[in-house]
């Protein structure tokens, strides 16, 4: 068994990355399920959840789940987690690490790179490019002009680095989180993908069938 973990910046194509390497491999690739996974083990709707993720130092969503969660409890009748630190980490944790026992997967974000590092048949990639390629990508994407676009990536990649420090206390900019950095910008989707597989295969001795 085998597993890559993808970390990317904003603008970099990671889907289509993930796609086509979980075509070529076979594999199944673990991005935004993994939201309706941690929605359903806490007991919490898939928004609570996404929202949650892109702003992991929220003091008005943690205040508010601390002093309310058990008032909201008695009022709703349902069962209902409730979403905390704690409880967010540790149910991402143990299904990425759940992921990584049972099935070959390309894991896209979810702070893979640190929460499988060190484990061995692990694949840490990272996606690059430019600033100014990142810029035209997501003008292009959402039809937005160029100040959005910049704000947009800004607002982006502050989330993912907030994220890896609050949890991880690491750069996610780091190298030595990543056995590969691929620039996106310098090499098309195709040639990035092979370039996965071949490390992957020097890495783990894995053979793409």
Known sequence: ??????????????????????????????????????AKELHISKSEVEAFRRDAQSRILRFVDRYTCSLIQKVVDRERGCLDDS??????KGLVEKIYEEKQAIILGW?????????????????TKDEEGKIETI????????KAAQDYIHREEGDAKS?????????WKDANLYDLIVDVGKTSIEDGVDTIIVNLKQKTGYAAG
């Not at 970099?12 to 491999?25: C, D, G, I, P």
């Not at 702070?111 to 996606?127: F, N, S, T, Y």
């Not at 994220?163 to 750069?171: G, T």
Request: proline content about 1%; hydrophobic content about 40%.
């Open 163 to 171: 994220l890896i420090k609050h949890y991880f206390n690491e750069d």
């Open 1 to 38: 068994m085998a597993v890559i973990t993808i970390n990317k910046e904003c603008g970099t194509e990671s889907e289509k990355v993930a796609t086509l390497l979980a075509k070529k491999l076979g594999w199944e690739y673990i991005g935004d399920q993994l939201v309706a996974k941690i």
């Open 87 to 92: 409880s967010y980490f540790d149910a991402t």
């Open 111 to 127: 702070g893979g790179q640190c929460l499988l590092r060190g484990k061995p048949d692990v694949l840490h990639v990272r996606l």
């Open 139 to 146: 003008m292009k994407r959402f039809k937005i002009d160029r």
